[in-house]
Structures are given as C-alpha cells and as structure tokens.
C-alpha cells in the first residue's frame, strides 16, 4: 500500500512570486526607504541636526570695543573692517576643548596662507586669569602668528560684554560646572563677513571645521 503524498495546491492568483517583477520593484523600494533612514539619522546627534555650519539665532553685529592683545598692543574694531573675520572663545585654563578649538585655529590659520582679507581671533573668556602674558604661552603652543591671529583680553566689563552682545547667549546649565563667563556654545567659531555681521558658526570641536569655514568664506566672497 502505497503512502499518501499531498500534492502541492496551485498558487493563489493572487499571489505574486518572489521573482516578479512587481515583488522586485517592492523590495526595492523598502531598501532604498531604509538606506536614506540610514542617511537621515547620519545627520542627527545628540538630538540634533548636524550641518555644515549653524545659522545666528538673531542679527548679531561685532559691537565696538578696545581690549588688549598677548603683544600688549591696543586693538579695536576699526582693525577688522572690511575683512571677514573667524573668531573662536578660549580660557587658558581649559583642558580640553579650548585646546580642540585652538588646534582647528591653528589649522585655518594654515590653510588661510597668503589670504590677507581674513583676520583669526581668539577672544578670553577668563580675563582675570588670561592676561597678555598668559595668553602668549598659550598662543605660542600653537604657533600663532601675531599678525593673523589675535588673541585678546582686557577689563572683565569690556570682554563680557562684548562676547554677550556680538557672539554667545549666558546660560548656565543645571547639573554641570560653570564655565567661566557661563556663556553657552563656547566650542564655536563665528565667522563676520566684511560689514562685521556674523553670518554663520560652525562646530569648532570638529576635524570638518576647517573646510567648512573656507567653503563658507568662498560663498561671502561672491555675495
């Protein structure tokens, strides 16, 4: 006696084979959905957008100002008109991030070689402890060229001030030390075009940073 043996059923008309093309196209479609998922959450971290370079959250207009750089020369807002200028937020004290910041200074002030129309600035948001003297070692560690990269320091009231209204919002942050000044975003580099209006910052902690200010620069220039 010979086994039962089911006999296979036809298929569903309904049913589309794995190898049709409709199911092929399908399958595609969902592989690319996934890929530019995979795309999309390349642009995020920590819960934001990643971009080239970050917008103002307001106008904001290089305030006029007299401190004093590690040469111990006066400077004032007269010596960045009609350059573009890219300026940076240090404290000699700083451990890490300032000297991140410093190190993607050192390397615009490379790849900037020969570009008179614009200036490096790097503003002390300690100016107590960050007097001209101070600020010189800290600058030498970079091999900063007193010419295109300022670092300036002054009265407490004058430097304050000038960080508050020109470049960076004061937040203090709950749950974590203050830094000095307690300004926030204080990794950034801001870049003024030639009016002194700040038109864009950009992520001064990252190795992109660099290239993205020279790309930016290039955009002022056409303008």
């Given at each position: 006696m010979s086994a039962d043996r089911t006999e296979p059923s036809p298929a569903d008309p309904g049913e589309e084979p794995l190898g049709s093309p409709w199911v092929r196209l399908?399958?595609?479609?969902?592989?690319?959905?996934?890929?530019?998922?995979?795309?999309?959450?390349?642009?995020?971290?920590r819960g934001r957008v990643v971009e080239d370079f970050i917008r103002p959250d307001r106008e904001r207009s290089l305030a006029?100002?007299?401190?004093?750089?590690?040469?111990?020369?006066?400077?004032?807002?007269?010596?960045l008109r009609n350059r573009y200028a890219v300026v940076s937020f240090v404290f000699t004290s700083c451990g890490t991030t300032c000297l991140r910041v410093s190190r993607q200074m050192a390397t615009l002030q490379r790849l900037l070689?020969?570009?008179?129309?614009?200036?490096?600035?790097?503003?002390?948001?300690?100016?107590?402890?960050?007097?001209?003297?101070?600020?010189?070692?800290?600058?030498?560690?970079?091999?900063?060229?007193?010419n295109r990269w300022l670092f300036l320091t002054g009265p407490t009231d004058a430097v304050m001030p000038l960080i508050e209204t020109s470049f960076l919002t004061r937040e203090t942050v709950p749950g974590e030390a203050a830094m000095p000044g307690d300004f926030a975003h204080m990794e950034r580099l801001a870049l003024l075009d030639r009016r002194g209006d700040v038109r864009a910052y950009f992520d001064g902690l990252s190795t992109n940073a660099p290239a993205a200010v020279l790309g930016f620069l290039d955009r002022l220039r056409k303008e």
């Open positions: 399908a399958i595609s479609a969902v592989g690319l959905v996934l890929v530019a998922g995979a795309l999309t959450a390349g642009f995020w971290s006029r100002f007299s401190l004093t750089d590690r040469t111990g020369r006066t400077v004032t807002e007269a010596e070689a020969g570009q008179e129309d614009v200036q490096l600035v790097s503003l002390t948001v300690d100016p107590r402890t960050d007097t001209p003297q101070v600020l010189d070692r800290f600058a030498a560690k970079f091999g900063a060229d007193t």
